[in-house]
């Protein structure tokens, strides 16, 4: 049974820093791309940054760039998103992503990922 669990949510005051990690377990991950989305309360889930197999190549949305940093460990099957200078705006579930199928680059479209972690919170204060 393949699973993705996430952690390292939790409440931060604005402009303090969270990593989440995404642990698989079940397959390896370690040749498809993998993924971070978000969503806030009342509003849809949103693409938030993903990373090819390699980990050489990388996306962010454009609210997070220059804030938020992905990053894989392969033979840890571990998905990382450092987030730094946290505003109130990116309250929200956090949810990780993984494509089933190999190889590739990165991929921005939610639909590209087929499995899907149960999500952590995270809180912004002002």
């Known amino acids: 049974q393949v699973q993705l669990v996430e952690s390292g949510g939790g409440l931060v005051q604005a402009g303090g820093s969270l990593r989440l990690s995404c642990a698989a377990s079940g397959r390896t991950f370690s040749s498809s791309a993998m993924a971070w989305f978000r969503q806030a309360p009342g509003k849809e889930r949103e693409f938030v940054a993903t990373i090819s197999w390699s980990g050489y190549s990388t996306n962010y949305a454009d609210s997070v760039k220059g804030r938020f940093t992905i990053s894989r460990d392969n033979p840890k099957n571990t998905v990382y998103l450092q987030m730094n200078s946290l505003k109130p705006e990116d309250t929200a579930v956090y949810y990780c992503?993984?494509?089933?199928?190999?190889?590739?680059?990165?991929?921005?479209?939610?639909?590209?990922?087929?499995?899907w972690g149960q999500g952590t919170q995270v809180t912004v204060s002002s």
């Open positions: 992503a993984a494509r089933a199928a190999g190889g590739g680059s990165y991929y921005i479209a939610s639909v590209n990922y087929h499995y």
